[in-house]
């Protein structure tokens, strides 16, 4: 297992509630987190949701299978129409381990936009709910990874395949050691926890409103049968192997090559929901408060007890991610998310290598915006109603964050830290 991969895997699949101690945790919140089913797990949700009001242990409990049931329906929905995981950086949204279909159904372009908007407007009920927990509330909850899952398949069913320690494993291409002599994936999920995890919502849903806030259609209809290639996509007899790819032959690396650049070539995407691209600047920007909150909250805690993220106080090494949390780490990191908010102000502008002394306003170009060609605005033209003069974000402030991170690298640490 790669600790990219792995931090990765993590910073996807750890969306774990935080709670009040085991003794005073719903007999819901224990339900729901070792449910064998579907059915069993919506029906605790839904007793949890009735008492959230009232009971900021309920909240917490049902804010996060809010979130782990956004991942569902996007599982489910990729599942449905026979999805392909590309495991491509340039998909971050298609990243989760769907199990083979062999019958699935035929995709529309329609039909995946309402797929990502189900999963968008779960996630943003998570949001909501963890948000009303009390910032100072005693939250503790001991959860074991192997024993919580999603439904990937749409058995209605949480198999021991489809815990979240077994989906990072694949995530991983690796495998999860369950011996007595492997790390324990328990972990005492607490209330910056919860912080966490509301901040991972915001950045999921940043990542849908960009998407649905254009019309990809040319993309879907020219190159997605790379990933749904036998749902009756426009190209799919014309470019898909008999097979449909799976003979596991040199061929079929080499059509799915083609059409990746052909994903690219094709995300030329006109607006059409300005507002979303809009959105997606404040679930940032909220992501960035919720880091902020997140870490005040950690290193306040005075226990050291099974911890997801822990402060330089808290000694010890995180079992999935091997790393340790130092104080120039955290300092450094929020260094990072100062960057980031002034970039997305339009404090401080984005350089780029074709451009001399001016740069990109992001504020701009989320509130402000046009056409979205990603070989453009890597060319330069894209991104050129953009440009402006002011201060230009320096390459050496940027370096100086990084080293702080050492040999683990920035965004190692970024994914675990959200």
């Given at each position: 297992m790669?600790?990219?991969r792995a931090i990765l895997a993590a910073a996807l699949f750890a969306f774990l509630p935080a709670s009040f101690a085991w003794a005073e945790t719903p007999d819901a919140a224990k339900s729901m987190f070792e449910a064998k089913?579907?059915?069993d797990r919506n029906a605790a949700l839904s007793m949890l949701e009735a008492t959230a009001a009232r009971d900021p242990a309920a909240a917490y409990a049902a804010g996060a299978g809010e979130f782990f049931t956004a991942l569902e329906l996007l599982a489910t929905g990729l599942h449905r129409h026979g999805f392909e995981s590309p495991k491509s950086f340039m998909l971050p949204l298609m990243q989760l381990p769907v199990p083979d279909n062999p019958n699935p159904q035929p995709l529309t372009y329609e039909e995946f936009r309402a797929i990502l908007v189900a999963f968008r407007d779960r996630l943003e009920k998570s949001a909501a709910t963890l948000g009303s927990v009390p910032a100072d509330a005693d939250i503790g909850m001991v959860v074991d990874l192997t024993r919580v899952g999603i439904d990937l398949n749409e058995d209605g069913k949480l198999a021991p395949d489809e815990s979240i320690a077994a989906i990072m494993a694949s995530l991983a291409r690796g495998s999860i050691d369950t011996s007595d002599a492997a790390p324990s994936l328990t972990f005492r999920f607490d209330r910056a926890d919860g912080f966490w995890l509301q901040g991972?919502?915001?950045?999921?849903m940043a990542q849908a409103d960009f998407w649905l806030a254009h019309d990809f259609k040319g993309m879907f209809d020219g190159s997605f049968h790379m990933l749904f290639p036998r749902a009756k996509l426009p190209l799919?007899?014309?470019l898909v192997p008999p097979d449909g790819g799976m003979s596991g032959n040199i061929f079929a690396s080499e059509w799915r090559f083609a059409d990746f650049v052909s994903l690219v070539h094709l995300v030329n995407w006109p607006v059409v929901e300005p507002e979303r691209r809009q959105a997606a600047r404040r679930h940032l920007l909220e992501m960035i408060r919720l880091s902020r909150q997140?870490?005040?909250?950690?290193?306040?805690e005075t226990d050291n007890d099974r911890e997801w993220l822990p402060g330089p106080q808290q000694k010890g090494v995180n079992p999935l991610t091997g790393l340790e949390v130092g104080e120039q780490q955290v300092t450094a990191w929020l260094a990072a998310l100062t960057m980031a908010e002034d970039l997305l102000e339009g404090?401080?502008?984005l350089p780029h290598f074709r451009v001399t002394g001016r740069g990109i306003n992001m504020k701009r170009f989320f509130d402000e915006p046009k056409p979205f060609d990603l070989v453009l605005s890597i060319t330069g033209p894209g991104i050129?109603?953009?440009?402006?003069?002011?201060?230009?974000?320096?390459g050496d402030d940027f370096d100086q964050i990084q080293r702080e991170f050492g040999g683990a690298g920035f965004l190692t640490f970024a994914l675990w830290f959200n």
């Open positions: 790669t600790m990219r089913s579907v059915a991972y919502a915001e950045f999921l799919q007899d014309a997140d870490w005040k909250a950690i290193l306040a404090r401080v502008l050129a109603p953009y440009l402006e003069s002011g201060r230009i974000l320096a």
